[in-house]
């Protein structure tokens, strides 16, 4: 029988590599997609283009199709998606997507936003701290893997279709929902980025590479409260971005601010010198302050040992 000892030398190893190592010294920034860095859905851009579909049809026939059957909202417009390519005359493949991800608009400042970011945190911590940027989105991997800023993100999840012998979108085969992304900010916080990979077994809070209190999710609307809520209550921080223009959208990043579900919020401007800039910088010198305490912490209890 077996008595377990081994186990218990391998955690016991683990666990004294921890000790010897400082582990959490990376800031990871977690974005949505449409509507956080871009204005417009990016099927919009994409496939509705392609197809010569109105946007604003489509949408409203997912809307209406979610309300007759009660349905996910993400499924359904994904299958509503497969129903418009197998009744059209366009063939359109896994590299028709990445390539029509290049007609893709950003919001002012996207483009440079990352680099700024990377350097900021450089600066202040004379490269002792590190930043890491993830997109956890509800629309198609198969676009985001085209898009301009994509070698930017360590990890992209977004949903996915299947395709078959002819290549031919079929089926979902993995859909985020609103819920569902709150997953991928274990997997950050755990260090297990994998989605193929069990993120269930328990691990200490010291192991985990990026602790919640280093964690920024910036999103846009009402999609992202539940991981706005898990950032937060978990000692991290939640930014909502705005599109001036539309009321609506000013009205909603307001009442999660009112709510506590926020951070701050700030019109989708991500230039030099903007209000969104300087409220993140913000909350990056309080991660990078966590960091720098925790460091010299973990140092002092070396001398201690």
């Known amino acids: 029988?077996?008595?377990?000892?081994?186990?218990?030398?391998?955690?016991?190893?683990?666990?004294?590599?921890?000790?010897?190592r400082f582990l959490q010294g990376s800031i990871a920034l977690v974005y949505?997609?449409?509507?956080?860095?871009?204005?417009k859905p990016m099927q919009n851009y994409t496939v509705l283009a392609k197809l010569g579909i109105s946007a604003d049809e489509f949408w409203n026939e997912v809307n209406t199709e979610v309300a007759r059957t009660g349905g996910d909202h993400m499924?359904?417009?994904?299958?509503?998606?497969?129903?418009?390519?197998?009744?059209?005359?366009?063939?359109?493949?896994?590299d028709d997507l990445r390539r029509l991800a290049t007609d893709i608009e950003y919001f002012p400042g996207v483009e440079t936003w990352f680099e700024r970011v990377n350097r900021y945190v450089e600066l202040r911590t004379r490269g002792k701290v590190r930043v890491r940027h993830y997109l956890i989105s509800a629309g198609l991997r198969e676009i985001l893997e085209g898009v301009s800023i994509r070698h930017q993100f360590r990890r992209i999840y977004a949903s996915q279709y299947f395709f078959d012998k002819y290549d031919r979108a079929t089926f979902p085969t993995i859909v985020i929902n609103d819920t569902a992304k709150t997953q991928y900010?274990?997997?950050i916080n755990k260090g297990i980025e994998d989605p193929r990979e069990s993120i269930n077994d328990h691990m200490?809070?010291?192991?985990?590479?990026?602790?919640?209190?280093?964690?920024?999710?910036?999103?846009?609307?009402?999609?992202?409260?539940?991981c706005m809520t898990v950032a937060k209550k978990n000692g991290g921080f939640a930014v909502a971005v705005y599109q001036p223009k539309l009321t609506k959208s000013l009205t909603t990043c307001q009442e999660l601010a009112?709510?506590?579900?926020?951070?701050?919020f700030a019109p989708a401007d991500y230039r030099e010198g903007r209000t969104l800039e300087r409220r993140v910088q913000v909350i990056l010198d309080v991660m990078i302050a966590r960091i720098l305490f925790e460091r010299e912490r973990f140092a002092l209890r070396r001398e201690l040992d």
């Open 75 to 94: 499924l359904t417009y994904m299958r509503l998606i497969v129903d418009r390519l197998r009744s059209s005359d366009e063939h359109i493949t896994r």
């Open 1 to 20: 029988m077996h008595d377990g000892t081994g186990m218990k030398k391998t955690s016991d190893k683990v666990s004294n590599r921890a000790r010897r």
């Open 204 to 226: 200490p809070e010291q192991q985990r590479p990026i602790p919640f209190g280093h964690m920024l999710y910036i999103g846009d609307g009402m999609t992202d409260v539940p």
């Open 32 to 39: 949505d997609f449409d509507g956080t860095l871009t204005p």
């Open 258 to 264: 009112r709510a506590d579900r926020i951070d701050y």
């Open 185 to 187: 900010l274990f997997r």
